[in-house]
């Protein structure tokens, strides 16, 4: 099963920024567009954002390094990486736990994308310029996503785009892509930032974005704070192993990583500052997160500001482009491991992925109204995307970045993992203290979210 994996020549980045842009691009995505900003605007504003930034430079910063460090050094996909660090050893469930979270992740991430690209063409057209309340803009999402045949049109329109993206390979495809759209999506959000700031009353939502409100910070906020810093800097299955074993074995991990991180962060504030001071300026509507904050609630407000109709379809380009930059990342890991332990082409193993998740992802497409029984299942009480997203954005990323650390900690070996992840690095000091807070730190903050996770899960059920 295992004898050419790795040994056939491999692609690499084609510079340090390409490997930059291309992880930045799988982090920065729906997670920082559509929640990051909520969580910051309910759990005390600034404060928010400091306990966010340390949790991300000691939790987030060191798992990737972690991560990126295993690819670099073994030069494998999540599943080939754990069987060649540890021979024979049951660790490699690990990495296959990680590609299926990557099809299962997909699956659904690309039918909201859809919806994205549907709403490009709604707001283009102008399909929001007589609704200015939530109400309508409601009404009009339900029927939209309760149409089986456009979002499943959509969803496939969706996968197709990233499958014809990474067919391309490491350098002429993902490289290539995130060098124009990581540009392209700071340039949009900037835009938008621009325009939302310099709304009459933007102040209002500046207050309730960032005003420092320590009074609100409990234990529940760090947890909130850890559970979106690992699915925002895309860490726990295997994306950062995939793309740091197309790394040139001289580059400096700790450095990339910290780009990574501080991209993906700024992204995650710049969203604030686009949508925030805009909502508040012109409504009296309460901000919300997910679905409801980009199809309902913005769309409402568009088109009572100067040339609205213009940047609402520059939002809904901006959420497109960020989740095709994720979606390329979670392909990329399942047909990493098709191509080095299977033996498939890079061609082949995109459509199979592409197609497997396609069909993975038409109950979550129908679970949105199209059809009753998916959209609340049984028992769960929820839809299907949502127990998608519950069991492989929740729960699989967190068991995945618990076991990470846990090898690299403890069964990799101190020698091997400081030689993976550190050697090359311009930093080598920074060595003792990644181990550190490899060792102990992470896993047991990881260890509580997951805890409290399945409270939660038990709890609900
Ligand atoms: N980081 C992406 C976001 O914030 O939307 C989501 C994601 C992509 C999570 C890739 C995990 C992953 F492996």
């Given at each position: 099963m295992e004898p050419h994996s790795g040994e056939r020549k491999r692609e690499t980045w084609g510079s340090r920024v390409g490997f930059v842009m291309a992880a930045a691009g799988s982090a920065i995505g729906l997670g920082n567009i559509w929640r990051f900003p909520y969580l910051v605007g309910k759990n005390g504003g600034a404060a928010f954002v400091i306990i966010y930034l340390a949790i991300v430079i000691l939790i987030g910063l060191p798992v990737m390094i972690a991560e990126v460090g295993l690819g670099r050094f073994t030069r494998r996909n999540p599943v080939g990486a754990f069987t060649k660090a540890a021979p024979n050893s049951g660790w490699r469930i690990v990495g296959v736990l990680g590609v299926i979270t990557g099809c299962g992740i997909l699956s659904y991430y690309s039918v909201v994308a859809g919806w994205a690209i549907g709403y490009t063409l709604k707001a283009a057209t102008g399909a929001f310029a007589t609704l200015t309340d939530p109400g309508q803009t409601g009404k009009l999402f339900g029927q939209f996503v309760g149409d089986a045949w456009t979002v499943l049109a959509l969803h496939a329109v969706f996968m197709a785009l990233t499958v014809t993206v990474v067919i391309g390979g490491v350098r002429r495809g993902i490289e290539r892509w995130t060098l124009i759209l990581m540009p392209a999506l700071f340039l949009m959000l900037l835009l938008l930032v621009f325009r939302s700031l310099t709304l009459e009353g933007a102040e209002k939502g500046i207050a309730f974005y960032l005003q420092p409100d320590?009074?609100?910070?409990?234990?529940?906020?760090?947890?909130?704070?850890?559970?979106?810093?690992?699915?925002?800097?895309?860490?726990?299955?295997?994306?950062?192993?995939?793309?740091?074993?197309?790394?040139?074995?001289?580059?400096?991990?700790?450095?990339?990583?910290?780009?990574?991180?501080?991209?993906?962060?700024?992204?995650?504030?710049?969203?604030?500052?686009?949508?925030?001071?805009?909502?508040?300026?012109?409504?009296?509507?309460?901000?919300?997160?997910?679905?409801?904050?980009?199809?309902?609630?913005?769309?409402?407000?568009?088109?009572?500001?100067?040339?609205?109709?213009?940047?609402?379809?520059?939002?809904?380009?901006?959420?497109?482009?960020?989740?095709?930059?994720?979606?390329?990342?979670?392909?990329?890991?399942?047909?990493?491991?098709?191509?080095?332990?299977?033996?498939?082409?890079?061609?082949?193993?995109?459509?199979?992925?592409?197609?497997?998740?396609?069909?993975?992802?038409?109950?979550?497409?129908l679970s949105n109204g199209a059809s009753t029984f998916l959209s609340n299942l049984p028992v769960l009480q929820m839809g299907f995307l949502d127990l998608m997203d519950t069991i492989f954005g929740n729960l699989a990323l967190t068991l995945g970045a618990l076991f990470l650390c846990l090898f690299v900690g403890w069964r990799w070996g101190p020698k091997e993992a400081l030689a993976g992840a550190i050697e090359g690095s311009a930093y080598p000091g920074l060595g003792q203290p990644w181990l550190f807070l490899i060792r102990y730190l992470c896993p047991v903050a990881i260890g509580t979210i997951l805890l409290q996770i399945l409270m939660n899960l038990f709890g609900q059920g």
């Open positions: 320590f009074s609100k910070v409990t234990a529940t906020t760090f947890l909130a704070a850890l559970g979106q810093a690992f699915f925002s800097l895309s860490i726990g299955m295997g994306v950062m192993i995939t793309y740091g074993s197309y790394l040139p074995a001289r580059e400096d991990v700790v450095i990339s990583t910290a780009y990574v991180c501080l991209f993906d962060t700024l992204a995650a504030l710049l969203a604030g500052l686009a949508i925030f001071p805009a909502l508040f300026a012109v409504a009296e509507v309460e901000p919300t997160q997910g679905a409801g904050l980009a199809f309902v609630v913005l769309p409402a407000i568009f088109h009572r500001i100067p040339f609205g109709g213009l940047f609402g379809t520059v939002f809904f380009v901006l959420l497109t482009v960020a989740a095709l930059t994720s979606a390329i990342s979670l392909l990329e890991v399942c047909v990493a491991y098709l191509t080095d332990e299977k033996g498939w082409t890079r061609k082949g193993a995109c459509w199979l992925v592409g197609v497997v998740s396609f069909l993975l992802g038409i109950p979550a497409a």
